[in-house]
């Protein structure tokens, strides 16, 4: 069964590096999205993605956070300058259509210290 | 404002027993409604989904929803537990049309199984 795929599975980061979580969707998927969950937290949406541009953002998702595909088969969540608060898992997901039918990736767990 | 409660966040039931976990949500629209599961260390796995029709809908793994508009519910249930249920469960809800995919999850509700 076609997989995403997140790598890495864990990263450590030093506060206020930059840190780039990278998902490879299913590949005839054309819509995109990254979600987090801080640790005994609800899964939270950060934002879609369709077209090659952001279709929707939550208020999470600010100035610090882009994405990008920057090929046919890449999708990138970069996070500027990493706060203490950005640790949690970040889980990528595709859809073919808006069906909501994703299938999400196993997750990157992000430790910020 | 758009919400999803799942009021127990820790359920515990025998191997072999039935299994019911509940989820209620505020949405202005009519909601497409989803269950998943995760186990440790793994993604979320799409259980089921309703977006209309039959008020009970199928999943994998034997599990089963059944969407009550008037209490504003979907409740998951499964006759008879496996241990290998033991996961975390999450209801998420969406919208119904000129979406953009978004979903918005509920808390979740670990379930432990004993033997």
């Known amino acids: 069964e076609p997989e995403v795929t997140q790598t890495p599975s864990h990263q450590v980061t030093q506060m206020g590096q930059e840190v780039i979580l990278r998902c490879v969707p299913i590949?005839?998927?054309?819509?995109f999205y990254w979600y987090r969950q801080i640790l005994g937290q609800k899964v939270e949406f950060l934002v879609s993605?369709?077209?090659?541009?952001?279709?929707?953002k939550s208020e999470i998702f600010d100035d610090q956070f882009s994405v990008e595909r920057p090929d046919g088969s890449n999708f990138t969540l970069k996070i500027r300058s990493t706060k203490l608060e950005d640790s949690a898992m970040y889980f990528c997901?595709?859809?073919?259509?808006?069906?909501?039918?994703?299938?999400f990736g196993s997750g990157t767990r992000l430790t910020v210290v | 404002a758009q919400s999803v409660t799942q009021p127990d966040i820790h359920i515990t039931v025998s191997e072999g027993a039935s299994l019911e976990l509940r989820c209620n949500y505020s949405?202005?629209?009519?909601?497409?409604l989803f269950w998943y599961v995760q186990s440790p260390g793994q993604g979320l796995q799409l259980l089921l989904k309703?977006?209309?029709?039959?008020?009970l809908v199928q999943g994998i793994k034997g599990f089963e929803a059944e969407f009550k508009r008037s209490h504003s519910s979907v409740n998951l249930r499964k006759p008879s537990v496996h241990w290998s249920d033991a996961a975390e469960y999450f209801c998420a809800v969406g919208h119904g049309s000129g979406n953009t995919g978004k979903l918005i999850f509920g808390q979740g509700t670990t379930l432990q199984v004993k033997p």
């Open positions: 590949s005839n998927h054309l819509y």
């Open positions: 993605f369709y077209n090659n541009e952001i279709s929707e």
């Open positions: 309703y977006f209309s029709g039959d008020t």
């Open positions: 997901a595709s859809s073919l259509r808006q069906s909501y039918g994703y299938t």
């Open positions: 949405y202005g629209a009519t909601p497409y």
